[in-house]
């Protein structure tokens, strides 16, 4: 695609009940990245993808959070039992791996646990 | 391991004067850098970037940012603040981790206010 996709835009789910969250990179870009912004607060690191492995995932909060990448491409990022902390924007980038080159970012996924 | 240090959660700056945002960054090895914007509910956009070759790089709406090796900085400037430019403005640097994968890492952010 043209660019990094990240779907739904916004979802509003029940305190206890697991969300996935799913991101859709640049075609051909195989590096991908999840970051969490809480409200007022910077970017947290969450997972690094290169490929379908994750060399880091050094970021994720708990056991409540997974992430998986399938054929090197849509990445998708669970979370289990969400608690009214996990409330924030998760936004997905990737960029290649050839060259150092800068992340592009999707749109990312507001949720809210209520 | 790499960081990246923004001075100042927020800033505010009158229209027309100065936007100075500070980033310092810590790396073993001269890392890239990259200046983002964020707009209001929107994702990430890419500002600037330095790689190699000239350390005052020029990006979009009239920003630049200067690599200073010996200071370790990379701080965005632009000579005359616009109404629009009031938002989130992260730093961000990335190189080659020990595993030879290129991790990107970022400052918590700084938050420009315009004011009429």
């Known amino acids: 695609g043209a660019g990094v996709s990240q779907s739904p835009s916004n979802k509003v789910t029940e305190k206890g009940k697991d969300v996935e969250l799913r991101c859709d990179p640049i075609?051909?870009?195989?590096?991908l990245y999840w970051y969490r912004q809480s409200l007022g607060q910077g970017l947290e690191f969450l997972i690094y993808?290169?490929?379908?492995?994750?060399?880091?995932k050094s970021g994720l909060p708990s056991d409540r959070f997974s992430a998986e990448r399938t054929g090197g491409s849509v990445s998708t990022l669970t979370i289990q039992r969400t608690q009214q902390e996990d409330s924030a924007v998760y936004l997905c980038?990737?960029?290649?791996?050839?060259?150092?080159?800068?992340?592009?970012f999707g749109q990312g996924t507001r949720l809210t646990v209520v | 391991a790499q960081s990246v240090t923004q001075l100042g959660s927020h800033v505010s700056v009158s229209e027309g004067a100065l936007v100075l945002l500070r980033c310092n960054y810590s790396?073993?090895?001269?890392?890239?850098l990259f200046w983002y914007v964020q707009y209001p509910n929107q994702g990430l956009q890419l500002l600037l970037k330095?790689?190699?070759?000239?350390?005052l790089v020029k990006g979009i709406n009239g920003f630049e940012a200067e690599f200073k090796k010996s200071e370790t900085s990379f701080h965005l400037t632009k000579p005359s603040a616009h109404m629009s430019d009031a938002a989130e403005y992260f730093c961000?640097?990335?190189?080659?981790?020990?595993?030879?994968?290129?991790?990107?890492?970022f400052g918590t952010g700084t938050k420009l206010q315009v004011i009429p």
């Open positions: 980038a990737s960029s290649l791996v050839t060259e150092i080159t800068e992340a592009f």
């Open positions: 075609s051909g870009h195989t590096a």
């Open positions: 993808f290169q490929g379908n492995s994750a060399p880091d």
């Open positions: 790396s073993s090895v001269p890392p890239y």
């Open positions: 330095y790689t190699t070759g000239a350390t």
């Open positions: 961000a640097a990335t190189n080659r981790n020990s595993g030879g994968y290129q991790k990107v890492t």
